[in-house]
């Protein structure tokens, strides 16, 4: 299995100010068939299910606002928040999709 | 634009058998991929399994043994079944789509069903 890590457990952010979430994977999740990374980032509020920010790695889902951004490759990965609004606040998972069995890490939570 | 929901018991007795449905709402289940996934109380998330829609599945190697995905295109549903459920098995239940038919990330999702393992 590919184990992922992700750090800060939970953050504490200013609003407007930037906020920043890792996650590394065991092994690399990046295919030299497409030279692509599979990793998504997640947002979950409470009550809800997880709602897609960020698919290979890096690009921004369909109506999420561009504060959000998704860099890195291989095993280590980032999520920025670059401006932190109120309805920010959540817990957010990373996911790789690159090999059965699909695996998260274990949650940041995001608090102003 | 598709739409997923979950149904089945909220308590289900230690050693028992879990069941639950997703039912599929404005769109066909004869393509993706369908997984199962759950969340503990205040914990994270974990993948069950997929089926998919040729009826091919692949399990978490920690549920293998207890679980059963299946699929029913005509009522354009499908269902988990896991068997001999503790306490460890509460959670809410989620199921979801691959958002490319290619497999990969998750999207979209039913709302989640909470299932209590106690007798």
């Known amino acids: 299995d590919i184990a992922m890590t992700q750090s800060p457990d939970s953050l504490t952010v200013s609003l407007g100010e930037r906020a920043t979430i890792n996650c590394k994977s065991s092994r690399s999740v990046l295919s030299s068939s497409n030279n692509k990374n599979y990793l998504t980032w997640y947002q979950q509020k409470p009550g809800q299910p997880p709602k897609v920010l960020i698919y290979w790695a890096s690009t921004r889902e369909s109506g999420v606002p561009d504060r959000f951004s998704g860099s890195g490759s291989g095993t280590d990965f980032t999520l920025a928040i670059s401006s932190l609004q109120a309805e920010d606040v959540a817990v957010y998972y990373c996911q790789q999709y690159y090999d059965p069995p699909y695996t998260f890490g274990q949650g940041t939570k995001l608090e102003i | 634009q598709v739409q997923l929901q979950e149904s089945g018991p909220g308590l289900v007795k230690p050693s028992e058998t879990l069941s639950l449905t997703c039912t599929v709402a404005g769109g066909s289940i004869s393509s993706h991929y369908w997984s199962w996934i759950r969340q503990p109380p205040g914990k994270g998330l974990e993948w069950i399994g997929y089926?998919?829609?040729?009826?091919?599945?692949n399990y978490n190697p920690s549920l293998k043994s207890r679980v059963a995905i299946s699929l029913d295109t005509s009522k354009v549903q499908f269902s988990l079944k896991l068997s001999s459920v503790t306490a460890a098995d509460t959670a809410v239940y989620y199921c979801a789509r691959d958002a490319t038919g290619l497999g990969g990330w998750f999207d979209p999702w039913g709302q989640g069903t909470l299932v209590t393992v106690s007798s």
């Open positions: 089926i998919y829609h040729n009826g091919r599945t």
